[in-house]
């Protein structure tokens, strides 16, 4: 993990060359002084924080910007501020026709905003990371609550991410528990990709699939380090998120990061907003879901694969029932993909035994729940907050809200 992967790959053996855009990288102790280097270019700085972000370290990173700070927002909010319309706006209201940077002091609300304002304005912009809460801090996507719904709107990477570990300990510990299951949860997308590759086809780089992989693998011993707030094991989770939002740079997609414990996690804070109902942060949910994905899978490797009938007018009844005013554009999605209408069994079925090996390579449900123990967090909770009726749900219809093949595809049409 020491690879400068900023630097790209040329000639990698899928055939393809994986380019990065990010230009300043700076992941550890006294990081912070990296910023004059970062801003060396630049006269001009609109500074983006929140009332928690600001309290970290606004006035560090307003010392060392000095006269190349141009304007100082700070987002208030009742609670946690909430990447909207209102949040977009207010931004962009503080932009001076001077402006030639925008950085931000945060994690996942204050990056995603400040990488679609940046992106729709043809600004470059740049993030001091806050918590290693997320592996959104590299990723091309800004994830936004948009008419009361999540969407995420086509951006581009920071040209800077600055993580100085002495902040980062410092996070809430339920963002420390979800940078660790963020990572965590790659043992379930990484499944997913090969299984996808291996039944439809899909595009595989091994050279990324064995460096997200390589993340996971260095994150996963660090649990209790990481609760206690050693520098150390902090700075290696916090380079495992970027890693991982570099991989997707890399291929272009998130499928390096998000499968289908990512479309369950999707599925409680959707209809938890729908609902006004409440929902864990995203990194602890993909690492309970995680846990769910992992039973799917010693499922499958139960049956004797038959494929069921598809029940048109159930499904859009229950579509109906889970999503509400979303279930026309999930609807629409699905139809667009086809997939419930999509022939097979010949390419599943016979090879079934050859999908059973590739399913065993992720963890049990078992060495799944142990992590889950590890980073301080209970499973029961998960259960207790979502219920019985929601978890089933999730299951069945999670995989609606995404075009991409998952082992929820695989459950729910074999099993």
Known sequence: MTRDLTAGITGCVCGQDHACPIRFLRVGANALSALTEVCADYHRVLLVSDDNTDAVCGD????????????SLVLHAEGVVVPDEACLERIEAALEA???????IGSGVINDLCKDVSFRHGLPYGIVATAP????????????????????????????????TAVLKTAPREMLQAGYGDIIGKYSCLNDWKLSTAIYGEYFCPVVYDLTMDTVHAVEPLAERILAREEEAIGTLMQALVTVGIAMSYVGNSRPASGSEHHLSHFFEITGILENKPYFPHGVDVLYSAVVTARLREELLQVTPQRRAFDRAGWEREIRRIYSTSADGIMALQDKLGWYE????????????????????????QQMLALVDKIGLKYEEFTDLYGEEKLTDAVQYAKDLKDRYTVLWLYHQYV
């Open 133 to 164: 809460s997320m592996d959104g801090y590299a990723s091309v996507g800004a994830a936004l609550i948009l008419g009361g719904m999540k969407v995420t709107r086509n951006a581009r990477p920071p040209m800077a991410i600055v993580a100085d």
């Open 98 to 104: 001077e402006t030639d940077l925008i950085l931000g």
């Open 60 to 71: 560090k990173v307003r010392q060392l910007l000095g006269d190349k700070l141009g304007v």
């Open 342 to 365: 999509r022939d097979d069994e010949a390419q599943i079925v016979p090879r079934w035994s050859e999908l059973c090996t590739i399913l065993r390579e992720a963890p049990t449900e």
